[in-house]
């Protein structure tokens, strides 16, 4: 079952720009982006765009634009496990190994292991943003052809 949709994303942005106009720059980058591959969705209290499509029966939500307390892009180990290709440990550590070796981009696992978490500011610079780009796409095309 899905989440209530929430605000419009662009009021998400807004709330990030308010803090940090940086910040709010690469969120808006990435969820340009995102229209391109994802349908977008927010989340009902407003805190998270989450892109996302629909694959058979599975919802693949890569990644997530969170807004609130720790305002970061996090990446949804959870439901990128869940996902076929990536339900097994093999294209797991795959994909993985694609996000923790990407050029100029720090992602560090949340404590409790269920997200991998960068800065937006690790995304500012154009060679970065491309890394995730691909990693993203790369991802995308894999749980299409299964």
Request: glycine share 2%; charged share 30%.
């Amino acid at each position: 079952m899905k989440d209530p949709e929430g605000p419009p994303a662009e009021e998400i942005v807004a709330k990030i720009r308010q803090s940090s106009p940086e910040d709010a720059d690469v969120a808006q980058e990435i969820l340009d982006w995102s229209r391109q591959h994802f349908e977008i969705r927010t989340t009902a209290k407003g805190w998270n765009i989450a892109p996302e499509f629909q694959q058979g029966a599975c919802t693949f939500r890569p990644f997530v634009i969170q807004e609130r307390n720790s305002r970061a892009l996090y990446v949804d180990v959870q439901n990128i496990r869940s996902t076929p290709p990536f339900d097994t440990s093999e294209n797991w550590q795959e994909f993985r190994k694609r996000l923790v070796n990407m050029r100029g981009v720090h992602f560090e696992p949340t404590p409790d292991h269920d997200y991998y978490k960068a800065e937006y500011s690790d995304l500012a610079n154009d060679d970065a943003m491309k890394a995730f780009q691909e990693t993203i796409v790369w991802s995308i095309e894999q749980v299409k052809s299964n």
